[in-house]
């Protein structure tokens, strides 16, 4: 029985080691590049693990744990010693970053609701179009529990739920 609680013991420990995310963050809750690092895949639906380094220091990657102030961060394995920005964290993920086209008919800035549906009746009129966006498609209706008045549906719909 001994030899078995040693080895369920291990396997514990071992099954804790492992990454749960393709994105970590190791930092404190009140840093504000913490904060700002978690915001980009929050508000894309990326999930990640965020690992407090005050609470859990052995889980912090080597050469990090030496500076006790800098927030970590790491995409499938890659460690970022600086804190990242999203488009980093983005490249990282292999989301698209830049424009397919080297020209558009149309180029709309923002996608929140007015973005989408601007892009989406540019599209269905055969224009080549762009919509661009800082940090997340969707603006409130990506974070809201039900959208009211939003075109082509009347009634509303779900959101974020």
């Not at 923002?110 to 997340?136: K, T, W």
């Not at 959208?147 to 509303?156: A, M, R, V």
């Amino acid at each position: 029985m001994e030899t078995l609680d040693e080895r369920l013991l291990l396997i514990q420990q071992r099954s804790l080691s492992l990454p749960t995310a393709r994105v970590q963050i190791f930092g404190r809750n009140k840093d504000k590049d913490c904060n700002n690092i978690r915001e980009f895949p929050s508000a894309n639906r990326i999930p990640y693990e965020w690992v407090d380094r005050d609470r859990y220091p052995e889980r912090v990657p080597t050469g990090v744990a030496d500076d006790p102030d800098c927030p970590a961060v790491t995409v499938d394995g890659q460690l970022f010693m600086e804190p990242p920005t999203p488009r980093q964290v983005a490249d990282a993920l292999h989301l698209q970053t830049k424009p397919d086209h080297d020209s558009y008919d149309v180029v709309v800035v923002g996608a929140g609701p007015a973005g989408m549906a601007a892009g989406v009746y540019g599209s269905s009129e055969g224009l080549r179009v762009l919509v661009v966006e800082r940090c997340a498609a969707g603006g409130q209706a990506g974070t809201s529990s039900r959208i009211e008045n939003f075109w082509d549906f009347p009634k509303g719909f779900q959101g974020k739920t």
